[in-house]
């Protein structure tokens, strides 16, 4: 099944995105951690992709290799020889962090890892690479199992996307919605017919209240709970106390797509919340 269609399919359970794969007991952004997110049950494994001095794709979220490496050098200026020979440090870095086993992939590495058992959301930390990260994934075979996605706000940004040769890969949209700005935004976004949009909101209601309008554009929603600003108060550290409160609400709004650093726990709330529903489909109270 390719990537689109996984995500179109209405009888589907809320998607999992592992954010820099499923990094708690595996390096960020590595091999291992795109196998853990295999080894939960995500879907979907979130990966950030740079471009080495020497030209080739790889996978690292900063500038520098300081938390992840304890070298303060921008990775983007090793040779992928080089940026191979480094050790990545456990989990999501820092000091104190050990040194694991796992390298800085290639992306081609990647592609070759994710090809027919996960999806692959691209973030790439030079968009300028759009069309370069395409035709890879073209070459690769994978090009109907991954996505780009940047910032659609502006006829600007839509002018963009446009001139970008990516044919065969899925694009998302990426887009802030307010109550009193949907109908524009969304009719922004009709130009191009993203598969889906990662979104942010300013109320949950001006989402719950419009589910049908994404609906009738073909355009699942993609929520980031995230321990960051962006995400408000809908973050993973709540959602592992009160996940109904959280993973649960963005559901009932609508969301059926979550991106979290908590694949594992996300995936065990889903199974639960599958359990509490009657055979009709239909929430049992309590």
Request: a negative charge; charged letters at 25%; hydrophobic letters at 45%.
């Amino acid at each position: 099944m390719s990537y689109k269609d996984f995500i179109a399919d209405p009888n589907r359970s809320c998607a999992i995105v592992a954010h820099r794969g499923a990094w708690h007991g595996a390096p960020e952004n590595s091999l291992a951690s795109i196998e853990k997110a295999i080894a939960v049950g995500a879907d979907i494994v979130e990966i950030d992709v740079r471009k080495s001095a020497d030209g080739e794709l790889f996978l690292m979220h900063d500038d520098t290799l300081l938390r992840m490496a304890g070298i303060d050098r921008d990775a983007e200026t090793f040779t992928i020889a080089e940026l191979q020979a480094i050790a990545l440090r456990e989990d999501n870095g820092g000091e104190g962090r050990a040194t694991t086993d796992q390298r800085i992939p290639t992306l081609k590495q990647v592609f070759e890892t994710i090809r027919g058992r996960i999806f692959a959301d691209l973030d790439l930390k030079d968009r300028g690479l759009f069309s370069e990260v395409a035709a890879c994934a073209r070459e690769m075979g994978v090009a109907s199992s991954v996505d780009l996605k940047t910032t659609v706000t502006t006829r600007e940004d839509l002018a963009w996307v446009r001139a970008q040769t990516i044919e065969g890969v899925p694009f998302m949209a990426m887009a802030h919605f307010t109550a009193g700005g949907i109908h524009e935004t969304l009719s922004l976004l009709s130009e191009i017919r993203p598969f889906m949009c990662e979104l942010r909101f300013d109320h949950l209601n001006t989402i719950a209240d419009n589910q049908q309008l994404f609906r009738d554009a073909n355009m699942a929603i993609w929520f980031n709970t995230l321990d960051m600003a962006a995400s408000g108060e809908w973050i993973d550290t709540s959602a592992l106390v009160e996940p109904n409160a959280i993973w649960g609400r963005l559901m009932d709004a609508g969301v059926s797509t979550i991106q979290t650093d908590e694949p594992a726990a996300l995936r065990a709330y889903i199974e639960a919340r599958k359990a509490a529903l009657n055979p009709a489909g239909t929430r049992i109270a309590g």
